[in-house]
């Protein structure tokens, strides 16, 4: 079992950067590949980047691609998104989810989700 606490989240101007948090419990957790993805208003759940179980490989959507970084921290049981250069585009509930990377970086099957913090980012 893992949970998973988002936190970080909030209300940003254009141009501004943002390191969201995802607490983690349960001693699975080293042994999970864990992502981001977030869900505007309106649009399906999307990926925005994943870090493998060691954090040896990173992946990243082309939207975030350069602006944004995932990192771990395994002994703390916490994985980090840092984002830069914000734009509206980029408002939308983010959420940490724990699980196993499929065919391609964004294809994921998930096992745990957490509850999801809000990111907004004002023009």
């Known amino acids: 079992q893992v949970q998973l606490v988002e936190s970080g989240g909030g209300l940003v101007q254009t141009g501004d950067s943002l390191r969201l948090s995802c607490a983690a419990s349960?001693?699975?957790?080293?042994?999970?590949?864990i992502g981001w993805f977030r869900q505007a208003p309106g649009k399906k759940r999307e990926f925005v980047a994943g870090?493998?179980?060691?954090?040896?490989?990173?992946y990243y959507a082309d939207s975030v691609k350069g602006r944004a970084t995932i990192s771990r921290d395994n002994p703390n049981s916490a994985v980090y998104l840092h984002m830069n250069s914000l734009k509206p585009e980029d408002t939308a509930v983010y959420y940490c989810?724990?699980?196993?990377?499929?065919?391609?970086?964004?294809?994921?099957?998930?096992?745990?989700w957490g509850q999801g913090t809000q990111v907004t980012v004002s023009s």
């Open positions: 989810a724990a699980g196993v990377i499929g065919g391609h970086y964004s294809d994921w099957d998930v096992d745990y």
């Open positions: 870090v493998s179980w060691d954090g040896g490989n990173t």
């Open positions: 349960g001693h699975l957790f080293s042994s999970y590949a």
